[in-house]
T-cell receptor
Framework: AQSVAQPEDQVNVAEGNPLTVKCTYS??????LFWYVQYPNRGLQFLLK??????LVKGSYGFEAEFNKSQTSFHLKKPSALVSDSALYFC????????????FGDGTTLTVKP | EADIYQTPRYLVIGTGKKITLECSQT?????MYWYQQDPGMELHLIHY???????EKGDLSSESTVSRIRTEHFPLTLESARPSHTSQYLC???????????FGDGTRLSIL
């Protein structure tokens, strides 16, 4: 079985400050990890993924995520938040041996205030 | 970029009607998925397919059905719509291995 936890329903940051959106996961094997963003009235858009190798992954729009195997975490980060980053963020995991389904977290609403 | 298409984007319809939500992708992906999502809330997997003539029920029980007669097309059907079916329905597809899912922009369904 695989699972994902996003412990914060809401994250509020001021524009220009760094942001972190937290994600922890559980899989029986090695994980593929993903972050997606959803804007109102749109589908999810892929931001970045961890497959193997370097623990710091860089993605779209200046976002990055750090894979920590011992803490089973994959937190999303950005050094300087923009108001336009305000959206709903989903973390997802898929076991490398699982050919099919991903498991998504419940989502975290990020609000960046000017 | 819209390489996975869902129609209609919005649908308001009365109780008891038969509804088909369309989903098409142009990427040749074998794996396709339907999710139900209330606005701003979590995703619930309701159906998935690993290829032509393959369909499975997802984690959330749903009264809908799906078919996969062609690789690019994965329609979802409600035989008799009820107000409890009011929600947003998202379709997704992905390629093999470590590829992420590509999502359509969804159909927002309201049953009166």
């Amino acid at each position: 079985a695989q699972s994902v936890a996003q412990p914060e329903d809401q994250v509020n940051v001021a524009e220009g400050n760094p942001l972190t959106v937290k994600c922890t996961y559980s899989v029986s094997g090695n994980p593929y990890l993903f972050w997606y963003v959803q804007y109102p009235n749109r589908g999810l858009q892929f931001l970045l993924k961890y497959i193997t190798g370097d623990n710091l992954v860089k993605g779209s729009y200046g976002f990055e995520a750090e894979f920590n195997k011992s803490q089973t975490s994959f937190h999303l980060k950005k050094p300087s938040a923009l108001v336009s980053d305000s959206a709903l963020y989903f973390c997802a995991v898929r076991d490398m041996t699982n050919a099919g389904k991903s498991t998504f977290g419940d989502g975290t609403t990020l609000t960046v205030k000017p | 970029e819209a390489d996975i298409y869902q129609t209609p984007r919005y649908l308001v319809i009365g109780t008891g009607k038969k509804i088909t939500l369309e989903c098409s992708q142009t990427m040749g992906h074998d794996k396709m998925y339907w999710y139900q999502q209330d606005p701003g809330m979590e995703l619930h997997l309701i159906h998935y397919s690993y290829g032509v003539n393959s369909t499975e029920k997802g984690d959330l029980s749903s009264e809908s059905t799906v078919s996969r007669i062609r690789t690019e097309h994965f329609p979802l059907t409600l035989e008799s719509a009820r107000p409890s079916h009011t929600s947003q329905y998202l379709c997704a597809s992905r390629g093999t291995g470590n590829q992420p899912q590509h999502f359509g922009d969804g159909t927002r369904l309201s049953i009166l």
